[in-house]
């Protein structure tokens, strides 16, 4: 069951957390830190090629959100700082996994093999959102939110989803603005990123199924 639909869990993991969150009952910030945790967990599993890749998963799933949920005072570390940050190398690692698994390692196109092309695509987004939260915590007032430059530090995360898939499908919507050349650089980043995935991804396709038909 797992290797027919290793990517339609994930994806519906990252659906509601993206899309369905903000129509659930809020609970405040415990509830994007649970839905976060989900998936994550959802991730370590559907992505991994190897036992040992699940339990490196699963740690840093839970060092996440940890650093989620400490004070912003706390006297070990910085948490503003530790969760985007392995939130990075997180979601980046994952992508990786998924990507090889269904550009390198599969010979035919599957429902599952566009779901889990879709999760990649999630994941970018994922990936850059934390990247943003992790800048705004560096430097307070790269972003300006409604207006307002922000100043504001501290689990940041759910405040840039919105602008980080609007800069990956290169809507620009215009309510977020990044203010600094570093928040520039990150926005310009993410939006060739997104283009050229799709691209890449579309071309790959493409040559993936003119080959399974020859062969067949």
């Known amino acids: 069951m797992l290797d027919r639909y290793r990517y339609a869990y994930l994806l519906a993991t990252l659906a509601l957390l993206i899309i369905g969150r903000p129509f659930l ?23 991994a090629a190897r036992q040992y890749q699940v339990w490196v998963g699963i740690a840093l799933t839970a060092a996440i959100v940890v650093a989620s949920l400490m004070p912003q005072n706390s006297a070990y570390f910085d948490p503003n700082l530790v969760s985007p940050g392995l939130g990075i190398v997180y979601w980046a690692l994952t992508a990786f996994l998924i990507l090889r698994r269904i550009l390198v390692r599969t010979d035919r196109i599957t429902g599952d093999t566009i779901n889990g092309a879709i999760c990649v695509y999630l994941l970018l987004g994922l990936m850059w959102c934390h990247a943003y939260a992790l800048l705004d915590a560096i430097e307070p007032g790269s972003f300006q939110l409604g207006g307002v430059a922000d100043a ?65």
């Open 152 to 216: 504001a530090v501290g689990h940041s995360f759910e405040r840039f989803i919105g602008f980080s898939f609007i800069t990956l499908t290169t809507v620009g919507y215009g309510n977020v603005i990044p203010l600094t050349p570093r928040a520039e650089a990150l926005a310009i980043a993410e939006a060739v990123t997104g283009q050229l995935y799709l691209a890449v991804l579309l071309a790959r396709f493409v040559a993936m199924e003119i080959a399974g038909r020859r062969a067949s």
């Open 25 to 47: 009952p809020d609970f405040g910030h415990n509830l994007i830190i649970a839905m976060l945790g989900l998936s994550l967990i959802t991730a370590a599993v559907t992505s």
